[in-house]
C-alpha cells in the first residue's frame, strides 16, 4: 500500500467525508428545533404585546378611592411593586378591586379614601389598573416588536454560524489541514460509535494537545503506536484520523 497525499488545499468533497451528512442533518434539526421553540415564544409575546395595545386603546380614565394598600416591607421597597384595594364606578355601577397593582413609591402617600386614578377596559370592567403604573409599563410593552426581530436575528445568526462551523470542521481537516502523527494518551476503544479521544502531537517542536475522532470499525494509518491524522492547529478540535478505507475514498492510495 502506497500513500500519494496532496498538498493543500486538496480537493475533498464535503460528501466523501464519513458521517458529515448526519451530523449536518442533526445540526440542521436542532437549529429548525430551537426556531419552533423561539416561534412558539415569540407567538406568545406577540400576543401579550397586542393584547396590552388593545387594552390601552380601549381603557377609559376613572376616579377611584383607595380602600386599602398593601405594601412590602420598608426595607424591600425600592423598586417593588405593592397592591391596591380601590372602589369606584363605571356606567353607572359600583365595583370593587383587591387586586391592584402599583410602585411601592406611589403607594407609600396614599391612605384609606384617598383619590386614585384608573384605567378601566369597557370589555373587562372588574379589571381596573392603576393609570401611572399601566402607563408606565406601556414603554418596555412598545419594545418588545424590536427586541422579538433583535432575536429571531441573532437566532438565524447563530443557526448560520453554527451550520457553516459544522460544514468547516467536516472539511477543513482534510482539504487544508495538516498531516501528523498523533500519540493517543491510551488504546483507542473498541465500539460501534464514532470514538473521540485525547491525544499529542509535535510540530515545530511545539507539543500540541487535541481531541481527535476515528470511525468506529475502521483501522487507522498507524506508525507503531501512533495514527495519521489531519489537523487544522487553531482548532484542537477539529481532528480526524485517517483511516485506509477513507484514504481510499480520497484518492490517497494508489
Do not use: C
Not at 45 to 60: D, I, T, W
Amino acid at each position: 500500500m502506497q500513500f500519494a497525499i496532496p498538498h493543500a488545499p486538496r480537493p475533498v468533497r464535503f460528501s466523501q467525508v464519513p458521517g458529515a451528512l448526519g451530523r449536518l442533518l442533526r445540526t440542521v434539526a436542532l437549529g429548525v428545533g430551537l426556531m419552533a421553540v423561539l416561534g412558539g415564544g415569540a407567538s406568545l409575546v406577540g400576543r401579550f404585546f397586542l393584547q396590552e395595545r388593545a387594552f390601552l386603546g380601549r381603557a377609559q380614565p376613572v376616579r377611584g378611592l383607595i380602600a386599602g394598600v398593601r405594601l412590602p416591607p420598608k426595607a424591600e421597597r425600592e423598586n417593588a411593586e405593592a397592591t391596591l384595594e380601590v372602589l369606584y364606578s363605571h356606567q353607572g355601577k359600583q365595583y370593587s378591586a383587591g387586586e391592584v397593582r402599583t410602585t411601592a413609591a406611589y403607594a407609600e402617600g396614599l391612605g384609606h379614601g384617598a383619590e386614585v386614578t384608573l384605567l378601566v377596559d369597557p370589555a373587562q370592567p372588574d379589571r381596573p389598573r392603576e393609570a401611572g403604573f399601566a402607563r408606565s409599563r406601556a414603554g418596555a410593552v412598545n419594545l418588545l416588536p424590536w427586541a422579538l426581530g433583535a432575536g429571531a436575528l441573532g437566532a438565524l445568526a447563530l443557526f448560520v454560524r453554527e451550520l457553516r462551523r459544522t460544514l468547516r470542521a467536516e472539511v477543513e481537516p482534510l482539504r487544508l489541514g495538516a498531516l501528523v502523527w498523533l500519540t493517543p494518551e491510551g488504546p483507542l476503544p473498541e465500539t460501534r460509535k464514532e470514538v473521540v479521544f485525547p491525544a499529542t502531537y509535535w510540530r515545530q517542536d511545539v507539543k500540541h494537545t487535541v481531541q481527535a475522532r476515528a470511525r468506529p470499525g475502521r483501522a487507522p494509518v498507524r506508525n507503531g503506536e501512533k495514527v495519521l491524522a489531519a489537523v487544522v492547529p487553531r482548532q484542537p478540535r477539529w481532528v480526524r484520523v485517517i483511516d485506509e478505507d477513507l484514504a481510499r475514498t480520497l484518492g490517497w492510495i494508489r
